[in-house]
């Protein structure tokens, strides 16, 4: 089978039901008849020779070759509208969907304050949020499956084909809940329950060689491996220990006097972040519109 003997239509139908999960749905959003729909998607099936759904009862579910095909025909379908929005010079508006990545554990405190400035000030835009590792970000990135990705450091071996931008330098602070004593020195720091994110990389070996000249706490206090700074910061704030965590997160409920910041013995521990782009980005208005949002409000 040929690309070039692929029938578009067929493939964006096929989307439809694959995204609707029934050819009823399906047909009701295209405004085709049912049969119609269900003869696409035959046709398509028998011209690739596979099998895209299972058939369960009235149900619709694909299969791991139907998995893929959605996957590829959704990026088409994205790239072919980004374009057409460049080509037919739709105004100064800004439409169509936004892909972007974040790396685990990115919060959603200020991920939140991102999406809400741009889905305000631009009604005809949308955006597509996935979170994994850097390694698979970048992967996704370099596919064209996303348009930007965030992460802690920047991309390496990839710099000739990918843009990494530091927009962010924050403090990470120490905090624990308000109300019990805290500690100055670095004996009573190594007592305390400790909250972390990855096994691979304590957060908390960090703060400690930072403040008290290479020193570590011992591995058995790390009670929890969050992965997240939201559950880190819940979990400090139920009592469960102590955690590092940005300030811009902590100031809020230091100020509402429901955590105390630990002191360290040297200046702040910055944080960088750092935003990734291909070399030669796709023109598309809202990627670039979303861009510009991130980093105003990043930067605040």
């Known amino acids: ?26 047909s009701q959003r295209l405004a085709l008849t049912r049969s119609a729909v269900s003869h696409s998607l035959r046709a398509l099936e028998g011209e690739l020779g596979v099998t895209l759904f299972h058939r369960i009862g009235k149900a619709l579910v694909l299969t791991h070759e139907g998995r893929l095909l959605q996957r590829a025909v959704r990026d088409l379908h994205d790239r072919l509208s980004g374009t057409l929005e460049e080509l037919l010079g739709l105004g100064r508006e800004v439409r ?14 200020q991920l939140a ?8 000030r631009y009604a005809g835009a949308s955006v597509r949020v996935a979170y994994g590792p850097q390694a698979w970000l970048i992967e996704q990135l370099l596919a064209g499956r996303l348009d930007m990705s965030l992460s802690l450091e920047p991309t390496g ?24 004593r805290v500690p100055r020195d670095f004996a009573r720091i190594a007592e305390l329950d400790i909250i972390d994110y990855y096994q691979s990389d304590p957060v908390i070996d960090r703060w400690t060689r930072h403040h008290f000249a290479g020193r570590r706490v011992a591995r058995e206090r790390i009670r929890v491996w969050a992965a997240s700074s939201d559950l880190a910061l819940e979990l400090v704030l139920r009592g469960s220990g102590a955690a590092v965590i940005p300030e811009h997160i902590v100031k ?8 105390s910041v630990i002191p360290g013995q040297a200046g702040p521990l910055l944080d960088h972040l750092w935003l990734n782009e291909l070399s030669t980005p796709r023109g598309a208005r ?5 861009r510009e949002i991130l980093l105003e409000q990043l930067a605040a």
Do not use: C, E, H, Y
């Open 1 to 26: 089978m040929r690309l070039d003997n692929l029938d578009l239509n067929k493939l964006l139908t096929f989307l439809a039901i694959a995204d609707a999960g029934s050819v009823t749905l399906a």
């Open 113 to 120: 304050g991102v999406l809400d400035a741009f889905t305000r």
């Open 252 to 259: 809020p409920f230091q100020a509402n006097k429901q955590l």
């Open 286 to 290: 809202a990627p670039r519109a979303f």
């Open 96 to 109: 169509g969907p936004v892909r972007l990545g974040l790396f685990l554990g990115f919060s959603r405190f």
């Open 157 to 180: 071996v990839q710099a000739s084909r990918i843009r990494s931008q530091r927009i962010k330098a924050g403090p990470l602070v120490l905090v624990m809940k308000r109300g019990g």
